[in-house]
């Protein structure tokens, strides 16, 4: 059974640091990514993270945001700096197998100015 958990969201003042965590079971995965939602408007990725280590960001992220996984423990992780009040959101962690897709419950995120 797939599995995805996703930890570390709270409340940070603009400027901080989060990092979120999300472990996974039940696969090896290729693709790993976060995205992020928040009311009213459509989840967006934030970065990704191929099987390999390649990796993308969102423009809104770059220089900010660093993604990366560990593969022995099959968890992705991302490293938020520079916090601003607009990255305030839902984050959800995202594996892909072959042509399926699967997600984690969330993580709330909380920049207050």
């Known amino acids: 059974q797939v599995q995805l958990v996703e930890s570390g969201g709270g409340l940070v003042q603009a400027g901080g640091s989060l990092r979120l965590s999300c472990a996974a079971s039940g696969s090896s995965f290729g693709t790993m990514g976060w995205y992020r939602q928040t009311p009213g408007k459509q989840r967006e990725m934030v970065a990704r993270?191929?099987?390999?280590?390649?990796?993308m960001y969102a423009d809104f992220v770059k220089g900010r945001f660093t993604i990366s996984r560990d593969t022995a423990k099959n968890t992705v992780y991302l490293q938020m700096n520079s916090l601003k009040p607009e990255d305030t959101a839902d984050y959800y962690c995202r594996a892909d197998l072959l042509a399926r897709t699967y997600w984690g419950q969330g993580t709330q995120v909380t920049v207050s100015s």
């Open positions: 993270i191929s099987s390999v280590g390649n990796t």
